[in-house]
C-alpha cells in the first residue's frame, strides 16, 4: 500500500493568516482526499482532489478559503486561508489505493490562536 | 444527512471482555466498510475492513460483521486490552476510489 509524508506535523498560527500543508505519496495516485477533524467530531471530507482538474469540494467547503492544488500523481497541498480559531482542527490528507484500500497521512494538527 | 451513524459516543469495558462497537449506514451503494482506530493528533489506523458480499471477516482478536438488510455492522474485540483504548471510527465506501464516509467515532476504554 502506499505511505504518505504529510507536513507540517503541527502549526500554531495567527489568525488571519494561511497556512500550507503538503502530502507526498510514495507511488503514483489518481485520487487525493482532504479531510478535517475538528475537537471530538468526526473525519469530514472537505475535498477530492484529481490531478489535471479543479478540485471538487464538499458542501460547506469553498475553494478560497481551502485551495488545493495536484500538480501531479504523487503531490498535493491544502491552504487554509484566513485562519480563525474556528479552523483549529486536525487536517488529514488520505488516497485509495487499489479498489478498496485506503492510506491516510499522519495529519496535521493546526491550532489558530 | 448522517449516512455512517455510529449512536454510542463512548463504551467502557474491563480488560478480557468483550468490546462490540456498533454502526449504522443509511446509503445502499456502500459495499466496502472499514473500521479504524484513532489516537489523538495521529492518522487513522486501520484495523479490519469487510465487503458487502461478506457477513463476516475474522482478523486475530478482531471480527467485523455485516448485516446488510439492517445496514447494521459491528465490530467485536476479544479479549479487550488497555491498550485498545482509543476512537474507533467506521466507515464506508462506494469503491472505485471514492472518498471514505466516516461515522462520529466511538472511545472505547478498556479498564485493567
Request: charged residues 15%.
Amino acid at each position: 500500500s502506499a505511505v504518505i509524508s504529510q507536513k507540517p506535523s503541527r502549526d500554531i498560527c495567527q489568525r488571519g493568516t494561511s497556512l500550507t500543508i503538503q502530502c507526498q505519496v510514495d507511488s503514483q495516485v489518481t485520487m487525493m482526499f482532504w479531510y478535517r477533524q475538528q475537537p471530538g467530531q468526526s473525519l469530514t471530507l472537505i475535498a477530492t482532489a484529481n490531478q489535471g482538474s479543479e478540485a471538487t469540494y464538499e458542501s460547506g467547503f469553498v475553494i478560497d478559503k481551502f485551495p488545493i492544488s495536484r500538480p501531479n500523481l504523487t503531490f498535493s497541498t491544502l491552504t487554509v486561508s484566513n485562519m480563525s480559531p474556528e479552523d483549529s482542527s486536525i487536517y488529514l490528507c488520505s488516497v485509495a489505493t487499489g479498489l478498496y484500500g485506503y492510506t491516510f497521512g499522519s495529519g496535521t494538527r493546526l491550532t489558530v490562536v | 444527512d448522517q449516512q455512517v451513524k455510529q449512536n454510542s459516543p463512548s463504551l467502557s469495558v474491563q480488560e478480557g471482555r468483550i468490546s462490540i462497537l456498533n454502526c449504522d449506514y443509511t446509503n445502499s451503494m456502500f459495499d466496502y466498510f472499514l473500521w479504524y482506530k484513532k489516537y489523538p493528533a495521529e492518522g487513522p489506523t486501520f484495523l479490519i475492513s469487510i465487503s458487502s458480499i461478506k457477513d463476516k471477516n475474522e482478523d486475530g482478536r478482531f471480527t467485523v460483521f455485516l448485516n446488510k438488510s439492517a445496514k447494521h455492522l459491528s465490530l467485536h474485540i476479544v479479549p479487550s486490552q488497555p491498550g485498545d483504548s482509543a476512537v474507533y471510527f467506521c466507515a464506508a465506501s462506494e469503491g472505485g476510489n471514492t472518498p471514505l464516509v466516516f461515522g462520529k467515532g466511538t472511545r472505547l476504554s478498556v479498564i485493567a
